[in-house]
């Protein structure tokens, strides 16, 4: 067990609805990245934030969008869903900023979009 | 830009044999280089990590990796693999100092022979 906390385990949902995925870092750690993960692309960053702000972007769409709140939760909206967007999403959190600091990685977000 | 080649996309070893996956990553400057392990249904475990002095690295779970920069290569080592083993490796890199995530290898699905 990491110590990182995502919910919900799994989710269905249908193209072009909107879901949230939530995720609960360790305890002290200030950044939270976000991951995806698919057959076609493999695992790829989408973006990080440290202790409330955006600190780093990856290959995030336009439709997704994430934030960092008071309390260091972070969640990852997913929009306009298309078939495409099928992947498990990983929550990783490290106590800095810098990938120096070791990620410790949750268990992930099975999304499925019929 | 940086990226990570992982040459094989499955390897399988009998239990007791040594192993060796190979990665390959492209960056200009020195990077941070890590391999991750991901059981089936879990998220990723970091088994260790380089950044900078020793070349050779120790892990957990009797893995270690030998950074060699004439080679780009960080290849990760076990001497005798258990059937615990069976799970599938990726290599990642980071840029140093930087705001970034990881960038990932296509990872090495490494099977256990009996």
């Known amino acids: 067990d990491s110590g990182v906390t995502q919910t919900p385990k799994h989710l269905i949902t249908a193209t072009g609805q909107r879901v949230t995925l939530r995720c609960s870092p360790r305890?002290?750690?200030?950044?939270v990245y976000w991951y995806q993960q698919s057959l076609d692309q493999g695992l790829q960053f989408l973006i990080q934030?440290?202790?409330?702000?955006?600190?780093a972007k990856g290959n995030i769409l336009e439709r997704f969008s994430a934030q960092q709140f008071p309390d260091l939760h972070s969640e990852l909206n997913l929009s306009s869903l298309e078939l495409g967007d099928s992947a498990l999403y990983f929550c990783?959190?490290?106590?800095?900023?810098?990938?120096?600091?070791?990620?410790?990685f949750g268990p992930g977000t099975r999304l499925t979009v019929t | 830009a940086q990226s990570v080649t992982q040459p094989d996309i499955h390897i399988t070893v009998s239990e007791g044999a040594s192993l060796e996956l190979r990665c390959n990553y492209s960056?200009?400057?020195?990077?941070?280089l890590f391999w991750y392990v991901q059981s089936p249904g879990q998220g990723l475990q970091l088994l260790l990590k380089?950044?900078?002095?020793?070349?050779l690295v120790q892990g957990i779970k009797g893995f270690e990796a030998e950074f060699k920069r004439s080679q780009s290569s960080f290849n990760l080592r076990k001497p005798s693999v258990h059937w615990s083993d069976a799970a599938e490796y990726f290599c990642?890199?980071?840029?140093?100092?930087?705001?970034?995530?990881?960038?990932f290898g296509k990872g090495t699905h490494l099977i256990i022979q009996p």
């Open positions: 934030y440290y202790n409330g702000e955006e600190r």
């Open positions: 380089y950044f900078s002095g020793d070349t």
């Open positions: 305890s002290g750690d200030l950044s």
């Open positions: 990783a959190s490290s106590v800095g900023g810098d990938p120096l600091y070791e990620q410790y």
């Open positions: 960056y200009g400057a020195t990077p941070y």
């Open positions: 990642a890199v980071a840029s140093g100092g930087g705001a970034d995530g990881l960038t």
